[in-house]
């Protein structure tokens, strides 16, 4: 999450005003590079809504960690029964050669499932979020361009397309809106293979620590299939000194 549309009031700046001195990549790497504190933990819950507007919540308990060169995270699906004690893991890596490492646990199988590079373009759990949007991917993967300036809901953002440098890659190309200052890409949006707009992800919630923001609501708008998803956590907890143990496939087993 380091890295919707129900943002309001937007001016847009023809002007290199306030992001003239720092390129595309610039940006995009204080936004990864962006303090999250040392480790987090907190309560999950994932709405998933359809075309019809049926509702699917999912109740999850989350664990992060900040690790010598990168970033491990926990998931523990709580409820309801078809997906209680399932569990998903995920380590970062800030080496850019390096891609993330995944996992899955079917408590039906009663297996850990490594998440292939070819499946990280799937959709994780049901939700419109993809097994990729869930990682935290390195700047040096794109080429990033400034396109200009916009002011939402107040608050000044740099908008920077970002294209793959690898021609395969699941997404066309991408357009964030980076807030100056806190870094935070407030929101996002994804382009497919025909260039046509494929999802919106808006940041519609924030709580700060000290100089640590996390991010406590997002939104991830699936345009083509009329459907999206919501991440909403709450009961935050910042530093609480998350053993390293607690990162691995017998702990994904166990559950909590």
């Keep these: 999450m380091k890295f919707k549309s129900i943002l309001i009031n937007t001016i847009l700046f023809t002007g ?30 994932m709405t998933i809504e359809n075309s019809r507007g049926n509702q699917r919540i999912r109740k999850i308990k989350q664990f992060v ?12 699906f709580l409820s309801p029964a078809d997906v209680k004690n399932t569990s998903f893991m995920t380590w970062s890596y800030d080496e850019a050669t390096k891609s993330d490492d995944q ?30 949007d ?18 939402i809901d107040g608050k000044k953002t740099i908008i920077i397309e970002s294209v793959p440098k690898d021609e395969e890659y699941m997404y066309a190309r ?3 809106w980076v807030v100056k200052d806190s870094w935070i890409g407030l929101k996002k949006e994804f382009y497919d293979e025909d260039d ?25 708008n699936n345009v083509q299939k009329n459907q999206f998803t919501i991440m909403a956590f709450s009961d935050v907890k910042i530093d609480q000194g998350i053993p390293n143990n607690k990162f691995t496939e017998r702990i994904m087993k166990r559950g909590i």
């Design 196 to 220: 046509e707009l494929l999802k919106i992800l808006t940041v519609d919630g924030q709580k700060a620590f000290g100089d640590v923001i996390i991010l406590t609501k997002v939104k991830m």
């Design 134 to 151: 869930l990682g935290d991917r390195h700047p040096s993967d794109d080429n990033h361009t400034i396109l200009g300036e916009e002011l």
């Design 16 to 45: 290199m005003i306030f992001a003239q001195d720092l390129s595309g990549l610039e940006v995009i790497q204080k936004v990864y590079d962006r303090p999250t504190g040392n480790d987090m933990t907190g309560d999950l819950i």
């Design 174 to 176: 991408t357009v964030t």
């Design 103 to 132: 996992w899955i646990y079917l408590p039906a199988l009663k297996k850990v499932k490594r998440i292939s590079s070819d499946s990280k373009g799937d959709y994780f759990m049901g939700s419109d979020f993809t097994y990729d």
């Design 65 to 76: 960690k900040t690790v010598k060169n990168g970033e491990k995270k926990i998931m523990f």
